[in-house]
């Protein structure tokens, strides 16, 4: 394991801070409550953890408008749980990423109260101000722009109106956003997942993007003035230095509307690490359908593989995260969790980075909410075409009492029903759980070498399964997966495979339904 590079090789998983762990009884989650969990989540065998937003913020986009970025807002803990959170995680080996939402702030930010309050207030440029409106519309909905009667002009916001775009053309805005990086930096974070980044910069002429076909405003126009500008390139030269001054720190950007292409174009050894390309999961929330079969799986896989490849850059993989319906959710009917295990296969032996969002590894579904207890601000907007995000942001399900053993009052969303049988405490009892075949996978990524740094081969198989292989100078591991109800078969490259892992009684090459078999060549 010498060569073992945590980011690389480990596995990233995310935590939503409000519904992982209630240390205080409040219905919301907190820091305290994720130390406690720190033991459960070293034992399943992760290797960093990503936390969504703490920071103090009215909720207008539940932690992604955020009114002071080096504090902790007091519902989640203070800054010394922060540091706790820290050295707690570190000494068990685990390195902490955290979201930074450097876009947008709140628009209870001081710095946009001052922006806002005269046309010649000092802050006045942190923001984008306009005496009339382009055509850009906020991916949320409606128009980009909102009139502020105070001093008579319409300010800049790509999401929700309380979310005010920061001006990054502005050296000092530029200035204070990288004393963000250094401030938690010198806390003793490992690295960073910055949200919608390649939006910082927009055209400085602001001109009208021009329309394409699409269903609602926002995606009947293309997006070439909002984002991906020339000035990014720069700027992630100056934040890579940053991070390279202190060691193996790391940056991995949400590539917002973005083709893999472009995604590839952001990252290198003097820009980030890794850029998420979402390649099993539709972004677009007017897209409900979610294709999912062997065939579409491995053709989003040789794609990225190249491009990847091509480009140098070292993939992730993402199946879930809390912007979209749970992956269990998307290609899983009721609870049967077949489909379920294909996918944390895919998750965990594919080449790249795998992200996991809490509860992947139990399977938890998405809640369902009724129109009035819709939270998510697109929810609300776009009911009942789209109902918001909320459903993949439900509590943590540790056990089978009222409120999942999350917390001792009620959750600020409610826990899934099925906690009564799904959940972390029954999952570890029995040995053909999800949660236990999850650990194995964990468990033999640590030990062999192939099945996280090793090349990606794709093999011919009948329809209905999918079948590769991860391949080092050394080492050959062959994933075959059955997706459907039929039995497979399928000739195995030549040599001696040793089974190393399956989900039925199968034996190598010949696949029982939904079976998944792991073979090594001795
Ligand atoms: C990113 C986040 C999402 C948030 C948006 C605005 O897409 O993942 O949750 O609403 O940015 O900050």
């Not at 570190?90 to 001081?110: E, Y």
Request: charged residues 25%; hydrophobic residues 35%.
């Amino acid at each position: 394991m010498e060569d073992f590079l945590w980011w690389r090789d480990g596995v990233i998983y995310q935590i939503y801070p409000r519904s992982f762990a209630d240390s205080n009884g409040d219905g919301l989650g907190d820091l305290t409550g994720i130390i406690s969990r720190l033991d459960y989540l070293s034992n399943l065998g992760i290797d960093a953890i990503w936390l969504s937003p703490f920071y103090p913020t009215p909720d207008k986009d539940f932690g992604y408008d955020i009114s002071n970025y080096v504090e902790v807002d007091p519902r989640f803990g203070s800054l010394a749980d922060f540091d706790r959170l820290v050295a707690e995680a570190h000494q068990r080996g685990i390195r902490l990423i955290l979201d930074l939402v450097l876009n947008h702030t709140s628009d209870q930010h001081p710095w946009f109260q001052e922006s806002r309050s005269r046309r010649d207030n000092p802050k006045r440029d942190w923001y984008i101000w306009r005496d009339q409106p382009n055509n850009w519309q906020a991916s949320f909905g409606g128009r980009a722009w909102e009139y502020d009667p105070a001093t008579s002009q319409y300010y800049l916001h790509l999401f929700t109106k309380e979310q005010p775009d920061v001006n990054w053309r502005n050296p000092e805005v530029r200035k204070a956003q990288m004393d963000v990086f250094r401030f938690w930096m010198e806390r003793g974070v490992d690295g960073f997942r910055l949200d919608v980044f390649n939006a910082y910069f927009k055209h400085p002429d602001l001109p009208d993007n021009p329309p394409r076909f699409g269903l609602r405003g926002f995606d009947r126009q293309r997006h070439i003035f909002d984002i991906d500008q020339p000035e990014m390139m720069p700027f992630l030269n100056e934040m890579r230095l940053l991070l390279d001054s202190h060691p193996e720190r790391y940056a991995v950007g949400e590539t917002y509307i973005a083709t893999p292409q472009k995604t590839v174009s952001y990252c290198g050894p003097d820009k980030l690490h890794a850029a998420f390309s979402f390649d099993f999961t539709f972004m677009d929330l007017f897209y409900p359908i979610f294709p999912w079969n062997p065939r579409w799986v491995m053709e989003q896989v040789i794609k990225r593989e190249e491009t990847f490849n091509a480009a140098n850059v070292w993939p992730t993989t993402v199946m879930s995260n809390h912007d979209l319906p749970r992956a269990a959710s998307r290609y899983a009917r009721g609870e049967n969790d077949s489909q379920t295990f294909l996918a944390m296969t895919l998750l965990l032996t594919l080449r790249g980075t795998p992200f996991m969002y809490y509860g992947e590894e139990i399977g938890m579904r998405d809640i369902h909410l009724q129109r009035s207890e819709i939270l998510d601000p697109p929810g609300k907007k776009y009911w009942p075409i789209y109902n918001g995000r909320d459903g993949c942001r439900s509590p943590m399900q540790w056990d089978d009492s009222i409120f999942g053993g999350f917390s001792t009052a009620k959750p600020w969303l409610p826990v899934h029903p099925n906690t009564l049988q799904r959940n972390v405490r029954s999952q570890q009892a029995d040995p053909g759980s999800l949660f236990n075949f999850t650990k194995k996978l964990l468990a033999l990524r640590k030990e062999i070498p192939a099945l996280r740094g090793g090349d990606f081969v794709p093999l011919e198989t009948p329809r209905g399964m999918l079948a590769y292989l991860r391949q080092t100078k050394g080492q050959s591991v062959l994933m075959a997966l059955n997706f459907g109800r039929r039995k497979k078969k399928f000739s195995l490259p030549d040599g001696d495979w040793r089974m190393l892992l399956t989900t039925a009684k199968g034996s190598p090459g010949a696949l029982t339904p939904y079976e998944i078999q792991m073979l090594i060549l001795e």
